[in-house]
């Protein structure tokens, strides 16, 4: 079975740029977190998405943005990238709810460099 | 919001020993899980162990064991007979509903 799959491995933008990032949960998984891990960091709250839905998000300003898909992929989408946006992104999903009821999985991560 | 916080940015162990990873979390809330991730240079992303607020016995999985103090918000994490292998980053973790994580620990385990 596939696991959490994340796209791309790596990427580079310019500052004020756009960039988008892309996540494939585990089939049969419902819910996808995002986090922003700066280097040598801990992972910091972006957002969670449930059932189409997004059902919180951390303390980042309205540039993050994101949404899931009807078959709950996600995508991550960071708007005027500004230089202390780069960092790991880590995409994890679970079962239905979330709640800690089932393990998440996390993927590999998108290195974002914003030059 | 909850928090969770790792005092011990960095740790480090002799092979074969024994080491305890601290983790408290503050919360208003009764049910919740707790959990220990470790994330080694590959930076894949694992988990390590899990607990159940609403059980009081402590969580254990072959060398990785917790202690769960749920009244102090305490959820340790206790490494026996580590080895080389072990070394990685350790986050603690508190869900209910979205997942939040401690800043993490660092452990080195030296031959």
């Known amino acids: 079975e596939a696991g959490v799959t994340q796209s791309p491995t790596h990427l580079i933008k310019t500052r004020g740029q756009q960039a988008t990032l892309r996540c494939s949960p585990i089939?049969?998984?419902?819910?996808v977190y995002w986090y922003q891990q700066a280097l040598g960091l801990g992972l910091q709250f972006l957002l969670w998405y449930d059932e189409g839905e997004e059902r919180n998000r951390g303390n980042f300003p309205p540039r993050f943005s994101g949404r899931q898909f009807p078959n709950y992929s996600s995508e991550l989408n960071v708007n005027a990238l500004e230089l202390e946006d780069s960092a790991l992104y880590l995409c994890?999903?679970?079962?239905?709810?979330?709640?800690?009821?089932?393990?998440?999985?996390f993927g590999q991560g998108t290195r974002l460099t914003v030059v | 919001a909850q928090t969770v916080t790792q005092s011990q940015p960095e740790m480090s162990v002799q092979e074969a020993e024994t080491v305890t990873l601290s983790c408290t979390y503050d919360t208003s809330e009764n049910n919740y899980y707790l959990f220990w991730y470790k994330q080694p240079p590959s930076r894949q992303m694992i988990l390590v162990i899990r607990?159940?607020?609403?059980?009081?016995q402590n969580a254990t999985e072959n060398r990785f064991s917790v202690n769960f103090q749920k009244a102090a918000k305490s959820f340790s994490l206790k490494i026996s007979d580590s080895q080389l292998g072990d070394t990685a980053m350790y986050f603690c973790a508190f869900v209910n509903n979205d997942m939040r994580f401690g800043a993490g620990t660092r452990l080195t385990v030296k031959p």
């Open positions: 089939s049969g998984h419902t819910s």
């Open positions: 607990q159940e607020a609403y059980k009081q």
């Open positions: 994890a999903s679970s079962r239905r709810g979330g709640g800690g009821r089932t393990e998440a999985f």
